[in-house]
């Protein structure tokens, strides 16, 4: 009952009472829970939502954006928090609707590999669940993130050279439109040509076109063998010219991950991992044991014909763990090698047999420029992250990163290429969009957008303006 | 010139002039190629359009569009004619937009794999030309359709159970607006998160958003060892129960066909291939030889457990290319069957644990109503055609036909599947796809289609009336 009694709302007071009346103590106006949702792990600066909502049902949901729709206020899906572009920011105000609570998982059909989900159920949770099936979902961010919140961003991560990202493995939705209609898209089926996908349309959308209320997911089986492995390289283009050849040999590698020295040298520091501190491949291969033999064997000649050193191998679960662990938490180590920095970071994609030049490019770059950054990436899908870590009180840094960021997303355009692999556009990359897909996509983009959203309440201000 | 010289055409004398300006001979309007433009391989009558257009570029293509929109005629894309659901034939009439001249292959990038072709390219073409470079485009819907034509119903086909369908491998595209703009969609990055996925939204539109003047394809390595081998079942449900089981063991089958007895038999007759008149499957294994062994051990095994017998192996690529030339010719082998008949084909897809049920149930119902039919089936994927072989000059048979397939489709939906898995809904699954998607998410379609297309001169009548 606190919260309908902060006076400094602009909500309106009928939203409220109706909210109110529904929520309960699950609609709450305080500060510090406006502030935890007005943020995400993107360096901007928080932009509270006026309320935050925790909805426990499609119902719930169609009824806070029946609402919202009538009273023309925003309305921001939640789930983890853990987005990278300022997707959760509330920059026009309005509710925040977290849907953390709705984390069931309602049905697995292990004989058809998939599953359905509520959309505040977690990778993990999600894994947890599925190991006695001997099934998994593949899609791995890093992040312990919400399904709900990947299949908006069309998240990808370590596994997505074999497994494909989010746009490949959800099959079907449920989702609330933005005047509180309950849709379906999509089917348990394997494949359709049944009218236009708006399976793929939703997916990706960073919550501006619905609100996803149940996922049906594409699983698979938990491999018979996993080997992973690290290998270390004289240059980040050796490491690089490995990968893109593993990948032209058709060598299904399950994760591809580059780490550049300093990259290293960060997990190092936080993790005690004690490895050399050069570019190096984390590299893992799922399969039978002769497939899985086979692929090692093929690694390992076509590392050490780029000069590759060291492979070192994780054959333990426990092992491999460490050294995932390690990788998911590079950037949060890379932090810690600047205390009280913040980081801005690039997420390019390129076609592969341009991405050694795209890094060695931006690595020049960086270091002319004399900021301290690190890089890590997805090397096999053409994608990477460098992060460049700022000090937040000397705004001539971050104009700085920001400026190189800029250059990089322009090289990375010209060679065929996307501004984000994985991360979405949310309120950084908008000018990035609108150069890559032009002003007639970007213009079409919009109007179908009004389509979903005639009001313009579902997430405001993100992807476009 | 002696197309507009035909007084009966109902295009207005401006829009004729305007194009017989642009395109002389290229623009027809003889009733033969009319007639050869409004047909497709459905049962359906052909509904002729009034012109036929040969594009040579996307230019042209935007000058035909600016055309018809401003006059408001309808335009049907063409590529090879070999749709299945009627979507080629001229049911308001307008023009045909034939693109089968756009037919270069106009980049290969081999060392990313991917290749951008104009729409008019066939499969064949694009698979001759990639050989050379050890690549190939897997998407093999048995026609030798063009690859536009295959975005547009979102095809796929046998090889689809590894490497997915048109949806899962079209990168990028260039198409033009229903008012002659030419605009782009994605890259050549293998992932992105920038915006909506306009891409995804074109595959499977059916012609009724755009018309594509470009497409940016995925490649693969054209594999190291391929193995090809039929095995008899006593039933169905056996060489079924094979299929599911081999995919969840995770083996990466290529291929995986089912034919039943009686369409063995067709294609015996016709190819004179000699095989054992009872339920088969016929696999294809890619990898590594190490790799396709394993796999073809465990193929043997599991077949053998579900009383497989005469596993018959087609090493060369000889033998292959007349087996698989034997299964792609099963719907004219069929036809050949009952002289003069027509056939209505069936385009379920289920989830695989239920595709048993849906055979067995179908095969009953056929059976019980003693119509000639036969069965072909993408096993893997769940999705499998009934065709059945009608008298088209016995009204009764038709409508037989038909009803047996709305009670397959209405089966199929009850089991979590779809109504098309590749053929599209063209003018004959439309009250499925109502069934299907619902009331809403089909007058969502409808709203996005005429954000593209205002005027509703694409491809009108299709998909949804």
């Not at 619905?210 to 390289?233: D, H, I, N, Q, W």
Request: some cysteine.
């Amino acid at each position: 009952m606190h919260s309908t009694s902060n006076p400094n709302t602009p909500l309106p007071a009928a939203l409220l009472e109706e909210l109110q009346n529904m929520f309960g103590n699950r609609l709450n106006l305080s500060l510090a829970m406006r502030e935890q949702h007005g943020r995400d792990e993107s360096p901007f600066d928080v932009a509270p939502p006026d309320a935050v909502v925790f909805a426990n049902s499609s119902q719930e949901v169609a009824f806070v954006l029946a609402q919202a729709h009538q009273h023309r206020i925003p309305v921001i899906p939640y789930g983890a928090g853990t987005s990278l572009e300022g997707q959760l920011l509330a920059v026009s105000g309005g509710l925040s609707l977290d849907l953390s609570n709705m984390n069931l998982i309602l049905q697995v059909n292990a004989e058809d590999m998939t599953v359905t989900v509520q959309p505040g159920v977690t990778r993990e949770q999600l894994n947890e669940a599925l190991r006695h099936h001997g099934l998994f979902f593949p899609i791995d961010p890093g992040a312990n993130a919400t399904l709900g919140g990947m299949a908006a961003t069309r998240a990808s991560g370590t596994n997505a050279v074999r497994y494909g990202t989010m746009r490949e493995n959800v099959m079907a939705l449920e989702f609330v439109t933005a005047d509180g209609e309950v849709l379906r898209t999509g089917s348990r089926a394997r494949k359709s040509s049944a009218g236009y996908d708006l399976t793929r349309l939703l997916v990706g959308s960073e919550g501006t076109l619905g609100v996803m209320t149940e996922l049906t997911l594409r699983l698979y089986p938990l491999p018979e063998a996993v080997r992973a492995a690290t290998c270390s390289f004289a240059s980040v283009d050796a490491a690089v010219q490995t990968a893109m050849l593993l990948m032209q040999l058709g060598v299904p590698l399950a994760r591809c991950e580059l780490l550049d020295a300093q990259a290293v040298r960060a997990v190092n520091a936080r993790d005690r991992l004690g490895l050399r501190e050069s570019p190096m491949l984390l590299m893992e291969f799922h399969g039978s044991p002769g497939g899985v033999a086979e692929q090692v064997e093929t690694a390992e000649t076509v590392a050490s014909e780029q000069g590759g050193e060291g492979f070192d191998w994780a054959d333990t679960p426990e092992q491999r763990s460490r050294l995932w662990a390690a990788r998911h938490h590079a950037y949060l180590s890379a932090l810690l090698m600047r205390p009280g920095c913040r980081c801005v970071t690039t997420d390019t994609c390129v076609p592969i047999s341009r991405l050694a030049d795209n890094i060695n490019a931006s690595i020049q770059e960086v270091e002319a420029a004399g900021l301290p950054y690190f890089i890590v990436g997805h090397v096999g899908d053409g994608n990477f992250h460098l992060g460049y870590l700022i000090d937040p009180t000397l705004p001539a840094e971050r104009e700085m990163a920001e400026r190189l960021s800029e250059q990089m997303v322009r090289r990375a355009l010209h060679m065929g290429g996307t501004c984000t692999g994985e991360h979405g556009i949310g309120l950084h990359k908008q000018s990035f969009l609108l150069e890559e897909a032009g002003e007639g996509s970007v213009d079409l983009m919009r109007r179908l957008k009004s389509v979903f959203d005639p009001h313009g309440i579902l997430n405001p201000g993100k992807i476009f303006s």
